[in-house]
């Protein structure tokens, strides 16, 4: 019932940018801190964005912050992710969840590439 669905991803250049989003549906979207998470191929599930149910706080890992912007849209029930400043390293699929527990199954993600 509970469903997300990511979209955005490209192939952009290094320094380029890309803005991701994350449709949710399936219950009641504005309740729930969401967070976005990445993973490259023979690296393991790494988080990199969480942001509260109304919006008001907002939190990074090291790796991304001050390059990504994590907001949403309640009324939409979407959750997006700017991105600038790509680097290589941000080559991942993108992954959208609740705040744990997470949500099983996950949606299908949205594969970036930055070339270099």
């Known amino acids: 019932q509970v469903q997300f669905v990511e979209s955005g991803g490209e192939m952009v250049q290094t320094g380029g940018s890309l803005r991701l989003s994350c449709v949710a549906s399936?219950?009641?979207?504005?309740?729930?801190?969401m967070r976005w998470f990445r993973q490259a191929p023979g690296k393991e599930h790494e988080f990199v964005a969480e942001?509260?149910?109304?919006?008001?706080?907002?939190d990074y890992a090291d790796s991304v912050k001050g390059r990504f912007t994590v907001t949403r849209d309640n009324a939409k029930n979407t959750l997006y992710l700017q991105m600038n400043s790509l680097k290589p390293e941000d080559t991942a699929v993108y992954y959208c969840n609740r705040r744990p527990p997470y949500v099983e199954p996950w949606g299908q993600g949205t594969q970036v590439t930055v070339s270099s």
């Open positions: 399936g219950f009641t979207f504005k309740w729930f801190a």
């Open positions: 942001i509260a149910g109304d919006g008001s706080n907002t």
